[in-house]
């Protein structure tokens, strides 16, 4: 037990150090700057060239979602998430340890050349994050913390952060295993937590934006705008469900752009009961799983024209 309890101290210790150093020491490997000059830079590009015509630069929910992209990139791992992850991977260790398993790893890579480990990583991490993004949508108690997220009414950059920390959980429990058995050599994934961070924040952006060919490789506005749509095909749960990469969806059978969708309503059936203020989001737990019709997308309206690549923004 005493073994446990240092670590939760070094972790609440170590990750507020870290915190205040990210905070004033600005540099090029700095999470938190990059994060600012990033979200500033999505944001001008929305002044300057914005999709959707709206009345002022601050959309609806735009500071709430401002809180909630520090809470989900910071703060929720100073509150919590850090120390109860790491006591998680120490006492997991410790269960592998009884059957006689030390080393999780079972492809190591570091070896490798730096870019196939990039590589390699990031196509595991975002298919990981693909499937576990399909199962906030199919089940019907992870749709309940999901909703925090589809209850974005208006597009725009930081929505890219507005989610439950539920969901953090999920998806680092669902990486972790997977992760450790290819043995990783890399130590410093900065590039590729940036470069996700940015594809995010221009995915949620109020810009028209579709990288032309790339557009069956990246995920993009066009394409998510259908992921938070009210209106889905019938009998779907969901569409788009790609993080970073869009192929997951084009490769399954998810992909779904019947049009552009400029002024597409966003958010789920029954959105004006769910919780709009921050704190009340914040403490959202479900007390019950939904009846099917309560979930993520049941039949709503006749079946759309589901995606051809003749059809809708793929000319663009």
Do not use: C
């Amino acid at each position: 037990m005493e073994k446990y309890l240092k670590i939760i101290y070094d972790a609440y210790y170590g990750y507020a150090q870290y915190l205040l150093n990210e905070m004033l020491y600005p540099s090029w490997k700095n999470y938190f700057w990059w994060l600012i000059g990033l979200s500033l830079l999505v944001w001008t590009l929305e002044i300057l060239f914005p999709w959707r015509k709206r009345g002022g630069i601050l959309r609806k929910d735009f500071w709430m979602d401002t809180f909630y992209m520090f809470f989900n990139y910071f703060l929720f791992s100073l509150i919590a998430y850090n120390a109860i992850s790491m006591v998680a991977v120490e006492a997991f260790n410790d269960f592998l340890g009884l059957f006689g398993v030390t080393n999780l790893v079972a492809l190591e890579i570091g070896s490798w050349p730096q870019w196939a480990q990039f590589l390699t990583l990031f196509l595991v991490a975002d298919f990981i994050q693909w499937n576990v993004h399909r199962l906030l949508h199919r089940s019907p108690l992870l749709w309940e913390f999901h909703k925090v997220h589809h209850s974005v009414e208006e597009m725009g950059f930081a929505a890219h952060l507005r989610f439950h920390w539920m969901e953090t959980i999920l998806y680092k429990t669902a990486q972790y295993v997977p992760l450790a058995m290819i043995g990783f050599g890399l130590e410093d994934f900065f590039i590729l937590h940036m470069f996700t961070t940015a594809i995010g924040h221009l995915n949620h952006a109020n810009i028209r934006l579709t990288y032309g060919p790339f557009k069956y490789i990246l995920n993009n506005p066009i394409m998510h705008t259908w992921h938070h749509a009210k209106t889905l095909p019938e009998g779907s749960h969901g569409v788009n469900y790609g993080i970073t990469l869009s192929l997951w969806d084009y490769l399954f059978g998810t992909a779904y752009i019947p049009h552009e969708g400029r002024d597409e309503p966003l958010g789920f059936p029954g959105m004006e009961h769910f919780p709009t203020k921050l704190w009340d989001q914040l403490r959202y737990i479900p007390t019950r799983t939904k009846t099917p019709s309560d979930t993520s997308a049941p039949p709503r309206k006749a079946a759309l024209t589901p995606f051809t690549p003749a059809k809708g923004p793929e000319k663009l």
